[in-house]
């Protein structure tokens, strides 16, 4: 660090700033880099985290990466938090409680800067107090901020779009149990219906690694001459929905012309991908967005809140192949 | 650390070697553990990574996790490195040069325990020779050992396939330019082709965000009375295959009685899903597991070696909806 300063012919103190990130002149910034650069000097990060007691690592908790939303989420997740400086620790629980409570106490010992968490688990008691945390779609504790989309409005917004393309007999698909979001999405979904005096019935597919079979079998009992006794269909999730559909061209069912389909995320299988199945859109970047900055308002306060803010964020409808063109 | 000691009833070393993640008998170990439990003792990971100069993170730089191949591959990654005790951290690079460089400049600086890497800039020279590094799909240099699925063997599996299934006029279908794994995929194809005197043809859609359209104008020039000018598509990639099933149901062709689809990669858009399009699958379990094999040696290796292994792992035909049933 000493050579550093001497060739930059900057103060030791200057050196010292810009390597922990604090504010530094653009010209003083500019000869330190020139510096490293000519010395191949490499700050020890971890001697960095040992002196001011805190890493940049941030953890990012969730069930599995290896879905269409949380890819995309992880995604946006960890270019955000690049912004700000740090990296991301990433996490898949399988949604399986000891799993999230041992990358919990993983994240105590290593102090990290802080976690992102979408954990059905309860883990407000393992949290350590000191480090700054943000919850999605669930909350943790009241004393952490939670960032949701608006499930509630997006299931009666597929119900208000089905309604305004003419469908008359609705049905809401999804698999056994439907609990937490996706029994607000399902509430949204048939407030609207019942508010509007259409007609809406549920199918739930058994909770087995078969459920797919279940929706066949329903389809099915369900179709004559292909005809389906239902002309529009709302799932909570889009890999129900994405499923539904295809079993139902399968049986060579015209859809969107005799059966119309929504689902719920809207998420980008493919990054530049057009979505062929019509959604209600979480914002993912958004929410990628808004969680990071959440979590940097905790690192910089230096005063724990008692009551953290709940975000809410809009859902919109995505126009898909399932669904007819409006008319203008 | 004393206080564990006292508690345990052990020596200072054993807590020591136990922190460490050394060898500690399971009675000394049990000691231990109900000691820090009961003391509430968070060991520093800081510290130790100090102390030992190395820590126990993996960076993971991909182009995007945002693929059903990347989320599936980073998925597993993730849940292999746990196995060994390490945590992932994950890049996305966007195949930007410059952001793969940074990511790499960034766990020289953090003095990451190995680097796991799909990288198609040349980062061979700015690699900290003392960091284990295992690349994937394309070599970073001879020094570093390089994992690859068999990607000719692929290309000639799914003309062969489609060969067994009575396609008479192939067509391979990508997005320009095709180069790196996807040439020798396509090449894998069009050697069996010839070899086995099929016709086949190439159709590559130009390289812009909207090359779906591409796809569309090329379907409905070699359609005529719902007639498809060809009988077996590949491509190199799940994405373009989907995309083409896609258009060629809206041009109401039947998939897979009149055309039939093989794809690449079967990635799991979802953990549980049904493949859907029929595809070449890599196994994307066992990259993970040997990538993490890989790196491990590597660790645990004084000696870092001038010659590395490749390891070519086979490819397997995965059945879906685009291809007609294979009679016994």
Redesign the interface.
């Known amino acids: 660090m000493n050579d550093v300063a001497r060739v930059a012919g900057v103060s030791r103190g200057s050196i010292s700033n810009y390597i922990n990130g604090r504010r530094t002149k653009p010209a003083t910034q500019l000869k330190i880099e020139a510096a490293i650069e000519q010395l191949n000097y490499?700050?020890?990060?971890?001697?960095r985290?040992?002196k001011t007691?805190k890493?940049n690592?941030v953890v990012l908790i969730i069930p599995?990466?290896?879905?269409?939303f949380?890819?995309?989420l992880?995604?946006h997740m960890?270019?955000s938090l690049n912004q700000f400086g740090y990296?991301?620790?990433?996490?898949?629980s399988n949604s399986n409680p000891e799993d999230e409570i041992d990358y919990i106490q993983?994240a105590?010992?290593?102090?990290v800067a802080g976690i992102i968490t979408m954990s059905y688990s309860d883990i407000a008691d393992i949290v350590?107090p000191n480090i700054p945390l943000v919850a999605i779609e669930k909350p943790v504790s009241p004393q952490f901020p939670l960032v949701v989309s608006d499930n509630y409005a997006g299931g009666q917004l597929a119900a208000k779009q089905l309604q305004t393309l003419g469908a008359k007999k609705l049905l809401f698909i999804s698999k056994a149990p439907v609990k937490n979001i996706s029994s607000i999405r399902e509430k949204g979904f048939k407030d609207f219906c019942t508010k509007n005096n259409l007609s809406v019935s549920t199918f739930l597919a058994s909770d087995s690694?078969d459920f797919?079979n279940d929706f066949e079998a329903f389809i099915i009992n369900h179709t004559h001459n292909h005809d389906f006794a239902y002309d529009g269909i709302f799932s909570d999730a889009d890999?129900y929905a994405s499923?539904f559909w295809?079993l139902l061209?399968?049986q060579h069912i015209d859809v969107p012309n005799t059966v119309q389909i929504i689902g719920f995320d809207a998420a980008?299988?493919?990054?530049?991908?057009?979505i062929?199945l019509s959604s209600i859109r979480q914002p993912v970047e958004a929410i990628a967005k808004t969680t990071v900055e959440k979590l940097y308002e905790q690192m910089a306060s230096q005063h724990p809140v008692s009551q953290a803010t709940i975000t809410t964020l809009p859902v919109t409808f995505q126009q898909g192949?399932t669904t007819k063109k409006v008319r203008p």
């Open positions: 490499v700050p020890n990060a971890t001697a985290a040992l007691n890493s690592y599995t990466v290896n879905t269409p949380f890819s995309e992880s995604y960890q270019l990296k991301m620790i990433l996490c898949n993983m105590n010992m290593q102090k350590s690694p797919i890999e499923d295809h061209m399968q980008h299988v493919y990054k530049r991908q057009k062929f192949f």
